[in-house]
């Protein structure tokens, strides 16, 4: 027996379809419960109901397959996950996707048609593992039009750096962005993020254009480089930053030439010399101070400055 649901007040079917779980839009996925069997009224009736009260993570490994999970805005720990590559052929059949032999692309249907049901506007996170050149290209085209709050991108195999540098240019994330992708040749972006953290391979132009409050930069630093970006902080720059990780063949003086140091916590006693210390204050002309650690004393040093 079918429903009159346009027999209810508007705010009645509206707490009505909220109670449905994230079980309950994996059903309507799996099984062809799906809007597209409604009349239009009906759809948008159900579409402005549930309209940003779910959000979506997603998680990709080519060896281990595509997994969505579906979570309720009010109540995080009501969630389910749609494993992809796992659904039998009975859901695939019934479902509203066009299935290819691809899981990465299947993934992508279901979580497009996910976010249509659920009118989700942005993803939560989105983890990839991806495997080489190809699997980059189709995301970057799939993501250019999606807001991610956290996005970790990882590969196989190396791509062309030409393809990293469109995904970067691409993507729309407002929080944290990981990528730990080996290009066959030297990467170059010149886009200029503000965000909560980032972990990415990077010169000192794109550590200047940098805004982020946690930076963990791949790759070696030249000392000088590396300075400059320091004594910018020094005199006032770069106010959002709290901690940042990067790899330098240390030279104390080099690395810190034109900026106060002392060795300790208030920043009262000046060093000398500076090259015996693993740990050194310093502190901008702001007044703020900050501990600068050698991590690793190995050949590229591994050093961590944190902002107090």
């Known amino acids: 027996?079918?429903?009159?649901?346009?027999?209810?007040?508007?705010?009645?079917?509206?707490?009505?379809?909220?109670?449905?779980?994230?079980?309950?839009?994996?059903?309507?996925?799996?099984?062809?419960?799906?809007?597209?069997?409604?009349?239009?009224?009906?759809?948008?009736?159900?579409?402005?109901?549930?309209?940003?009260?779910?959000?979506?993570?997603?998680?990709?490994?080519?060896?281990?397959?595509?997994?969505?999970?579906?979570?309720?805005?009010?109540?995080?720990?009501?969630?389910?996950?749609?494993?992809?590559?796992?659904?039998?052929?009975?859901?695939?059949?019934n479902s509203l996707c066009r299935w290819s032999n691809n899981v990465l692309v299947d993934g992508v249907q279901i979580a497009n048609q996910l976010m249509e049901l659920c009118s989700v506007q942005s993803i939560l996170r989105l983890d990839l593992n991806l495997d080489g050149q190809e699997d980059v290209e189709y995301v970057t085209s799939w993501i250019s039009n999606i807001n991610i709050e956290k996005c970790s991108i990882s590969t196989k195999n190396p791509v062309k750096s030409s393809s990293v540098t469109l995904f970067l240019e691409s993507i729309r994330v407002s929080k944290t962005l990981s990528v730990d992708v080996e290009t066959l040749d030297g990467l170059v972006y010149e886009r200029a993020f503000d965000l909560d953290e980032i972990i990415i391979p990077g010169t000192l132009r794109n550590l200047l254009d940098m805004n982020c409050a946690n930076i963990h930069l791949y790759g070696v630093i030249s000392n000088e480089d590396m300075n400059q970006f320091l004594r910018g902080w020094h005199d006032g720059c770069f106010d959002k930053l709290r901690r940042i990780e990067f790899y330098v063949k240390l030279r104390w003086q080099k690395l810190l030439a034109g900026m106060p140091v002392y060795e300790d916590y208030e920043c009262r006693i000046p060093i000398k010399p500076i090259y015996q210390m693993t740990t050194i204050y310093t502190e901008n002309r702001n007044g703020v101070k900050a501990s600068i650690v050698r991590i690793k004393q190995v050949e590229d040093m591994y050093m961590c400055m944190t902002i107090r």
């Open 1 to 93: 027996m079918s429903l009159p649901i346009f027999c209810f007040p508007y705010l009645v079917l509206k707490n009505i379809l909220l109670l449905m779980s994230p079980h309950d839009i994996q059903k309507k996925l799996a099984c062809r419960i799906a809007l597209s069997f409604c009349s239009k009224k009906a759809a948008r009736y159900v579409k402005s109901a549930i309209r940003r009260h779910y959000s979506l993570s997603l998680e990709f490994d080519r060896d281990n397959g595509f997994d969505i999970t579906i979570y309720r805005n009010t109540c995080p720990e009501a969630k389910c996950t749609i494993s992809v590559s796992a659904m039998n052929a009975n859901s695939r059949k």
